[in-house]
């Protein structure tokens, strides 16, 4: 059985550029690094060599794993899931109840979430914590910095997909 990987069209676009930027462009760099270096005699104590071998075997298994994500994706429209639960793709506003505190997160897949922009994955103990909820209903999620609690106040469609 094939694990489908969610992602948002948003996502799986910008993986699919990433993975031809690696493809056609920084493979041909890291290539002609390693010709350079090579060009410098011994290879034992070849500093440049090294690190572009490094390298190259970070892009080489970069595109592996993209490839093996986007072959496996299942691309969500975000603006068009629906906002009777929290699910993928959905914004969720939550009221953290030791703070008073109202933070807003995007559900979306592990490649594409950045807490930093507001997104966070739904295989995270929050994510996974606020799957199927509805608003009004309370969130426990325990995390790595402890176990902390939130009400759902709104869940509403992404403005992009």
């Not at 994500?69 to 109840?97: M, N, P, Y």
């Amino acid at each position: 059985m094939v694990m489908r990987v969610p992602m948002s069209k948003t996502g799986y676009i910008a993986l699919k550029e990433e993975l031809n930027n690696l493809e056609r462009v920084e493979r041909h760099v890291v290539v002609k690094a390693i010709e350079i270096a090579r060009e410098h005699g011994d290879l034992k104590e070849n500093a440049e060599y090294h690190a572009a071998k490094e390298r190259q075997g970070m892009i080489e298994g970069r595109i592996m794993d993209l490839k093996d994500k986007l072959g496996r994706a299942e691309v969500i429209d975000c603006t068009k899931v629906s906002c009777e639960r929290a699910v993928f793709g959905t914004v969720v506003e939550l009221l953290d109840l030791d703070t008073d505190e109202e933070v807003t997160y995007q559900l979306l897949g592990s490649e594409e979430a950045d807490v930093k922009k507001g997104s966070i994955s739904v295989f995270s103990p929050l994510g996974k914590s606020l799957l199927g909820k509805e608003v009004g209903d309370d969130v426990t999620a325990v995390t790595p910095g402890g176990t902390r609690e939130f009400e759902v106040i709104s869940i509403r469609p992404s403005s992009f997909s």
